[in-house]
């Protein structure tokens, strides 16, 4: 069954603004990450959050993880057309080979 | 150099045909995988190996078969390929099977007519 779901699932926004997505999952997890996919194109891990962890800063991207409501959010500072993409939240559990199981993502789009 | 590719990045085929996607990693990673990412984006886990031995398999229909003759590749091929095959199938890499950030490939549009 699916693990993770994210909201919104589209988000229009203009240069410069900030960016909120969040996704929610079931289960009991080693960690949480988030992936970028640009349009025809590869995923590209953005960042890591084990689940010890409350929050974690890379460049103009912030997560937080909520373990008890089993939440993440991702957080896009002043953003820039470059970052139109989809974005996609992912997690993975103790002792499933390294697998990683996937929301259904999000498209941000940023008009410049 | 590219870390993690696949060939090849389009592929369109006739119903029934057997047909492989080959993918290489050059991370010196020890696991590897195939996702599968259909219509509406939703990617989903199809196997992971590590060194050479299968680990994951999601209940994938045996018409595909993941062969890693090293493990620095992991191939798949599928067998009688049917309409619902039509996707974008990705090859991914992680250092470890413990958790860990993984590598994608550019992925594969298998498009079955």
């Known amino acids: 069954s699916q693990q993770g779901e994210e909201d919104p699932q589209a988000l229009s926004i203009q240069e410069g603004e900030n960016a909120t997505m969040n996704c929610s999952y079931k289960t009991s997890i080693n960690n949480l990450q988030w992936y970028r996919q640009n349009s025809g194109r590869g995923l590209v891990h953005l960042i890591l959050i084990r689940s010890n962890e409350r929050e974690k800063h890379s460049g103009r991207l912030r997560v937080t993880l909520d373990t008890s409501k089993k939440s993440s959010s991702l957080l896009i500072t002043a953003s820039r057309a470059a970052d139109t993409a989809s974005y996609f939240c992912?997690?993975?559990?103790?002792?499933?080979?390294?697998?990683?199981?996937f929301g259904q993502g999000t498209e941000l789009s940023v008009k410049p | 150099d590219t870390a993690v590719s696949q060939t090849p990045k389009y592929l369109v085929t006739q119903m029934g045909n057997d047909k492989s996607i080959k993918c290489e990693q050059n991370?010196?990673?020890?696991?590897m995988y195939w996702y599968k990412q259909d219509s509406k984006k939703f990617l989903k886990i199809m196997f992971s190996y590590n060194n050479k031995e299968l680990i994951i398999n999601e209940t994938v229909p045996n018409r595909f078969s993941p062969k890693s003759p090293d493990k620095a590749h992991l191939n798949l091929h599928i067998n009688s390929l049917e309409l619902g095959d039509s996707a974008v199938y990705f090859c991914?890499?992680?250092?470890?099977?413990?958790?860990?950030?993984?590598?994608f490939g550019q992925g594969t549009r298998l498009t079955v007519v």
């Open positions: 991370l010196g990673h020890d696991t």
């Open positions: 991914a890499s992680s250092q470890q099977t413990g958790g860990g950030e993984a590598f």
């Open positions: 992912a997690t993975q559990i103790y002792n499933q080979g390294g697998k990683l199981i």
